[in-house]
């Protein structure tokens, strides 16, 4: 995908970074949740193994979460940094072209910078366009761990139904997971729609 109007992109950028904090909060919840169905799971005793054995799954699933959240965290901020990068360098591309056009006699001295800052800007526009699909690759992979993290959840639903004296317990954490990964996925989803349709 060729993001040409460094204006939107800036723009999309700041869009896209808030849709990620949202999901990186999420994400910091998915793990406290793990660890209470972990508390839940032990108090049960032997009745909830198979909901003990899902919780240290989920427990291991909100860890790889919470690291490709921090890697795309990592990726959008870099993303917008250098969308503003380019912005001011094609802020001076443009009043310098405005400079030689206006001068005859700055044409000639300035014509050299301006074709220097013209290769900037084109490298600069070449390693946008190349984080864009980055950031787009680890959105994709994101929701597809997201998908695995909603079948552990509904794994923990099915296994509270044999929580015996602990079933309220079990169920509302159980809920509280599914709750927590549709919301992720949802948010997910919206930000790989908004990057397919810049």
């Known amino acids: 995908m060729q993001h040409g ?4 992109d800036l723009a999309l950028s700041v869009s896209i970074n808030h849709g990620l904090k949202q999901v990186i909060d999420i994400s910091h919840q998915i793990n406290l949740v793990a660890m209470n169905a972990i508390l839940v799971a032990k108090r049960a ?6 909901f003990k054995v899902v919780a240290m799954e989920l427990r291991v699933f909100s860890q790889k979460m919470e690291e490709m959240m921090s890697r795309l965290g ?5 993303l917008v940094k250098r969308i503003a990068d380019l912005r001011k360098l094609q802020r001076n591309l443009n009043l310098l072209g405005t400079t030689i056009n206006k001068s005859d006699a700055a044409a000639g001295q300035l014509e050299h910078s301006f074709q220097a800052k013209r290769e900037q800007v084109e490298k600069l526009n070449e390693l946008v366009n ?15 761990l997201c998908s695995s993290g909603a ?6 639903r ?13 169920q509302q954490v ?7 990964m549709n919301l992720t996925i949802s948010y997910l989803k919206q930000l790989t729609n908004t990057m397919k349709n810049a």
């Open 130 to 144: 190349q984080e864009w699909q980055k950031l787009e690759g680890e959105v994709k992979r994101s929701l597809n």
């Open 174 to 180: 159980a809920g509280r997971i599914e709750e927590i």
């Open 158 to 170: 099915i296994e509270a139904a044999y929580g015996g004296t602990m079933l309220a317990d079990m």
């Open 151 to 156: 079948m552990l959840s509904h794994n923990a």
């Open 5 to 8: 109007n460094p204006s939107s």
């Open 45 to 50: 005793g032997q009745q909830s193994s198979g």
């Open 74 to 78: 990592e990726m959008i901020f870099h």
